[in-house]
């Protein structure tokens, strides 16, 4: 089996394991060693997955809010915790093709590895929720045929974006591609560069 399509599977376990307890404060469920690979990829869905509740929570227009706050401030967090998992999970590709010589007119590809498995960790909540309305008993039948076509449209989604990250990972392995780690930078959550942070010192 091909490292996305694993990947993947492993979402689609995090993403079952999740809806078990369906509660944005239960603990995580983790199968896996928490330092392999498998952990990791595991972890970051598990992030995504919480983070997906808390934005449908945020948004109850009955919300306190005091309470719409607290949870935004958690989502912040949250980005910053799936961007940190992004980047070690490019440090594992970066180490793992280390000793990979590129070929004379090898080039970067538009983002990298880690990236590119966050979108298809993203697609695997999709297709969960969405999959969920086409077969929601009390929705209108219209309803679950609109959802039953985009549903449509993300499995294929994710076969084009599963074979895409497998074909660039096959490449970097071979050289024809070659790829960086590059910092987010985040700028609003860095008390030095986010002016209302700094300005308030």
Known sequence: MKFAEKAYKIFEQSVADYHIDDDVDAPTRQPYAVESIDGVLYAKNRIDAVQWHLEDIIRDPE????????????????????????????????DLYKDVKTLDGATINTESPAWALDRLSILALKIYHMNAEVERKDASEAH??????????????????????????DDIAAG???????????????????PVLYGSK
């Open 176 to 194: 024809r591609k070659y790829m960086k780690v590059y910092r987010q930078m985040k700028m609003y959550n860095d008390a030095d560069t986010n």
């Open 63 to 94: 919300i306190d809010p005091v309470a719409a706050l607290a949870l935004k401030r958690r989502i912040d967090k949250s980005n910053q915790d799936r961007t940190d998992m992004v980047e070690e999970i490019d440090s594992y590709f970066r």
């Open 144 to 169: 679950r045929a609109r959802c039953a076509a985009k549903l449509a449209v993300l499995v294929e989604q994710r076969a084009d974006l599963t074979s895409a990250i497998d074909d660039l990972l």
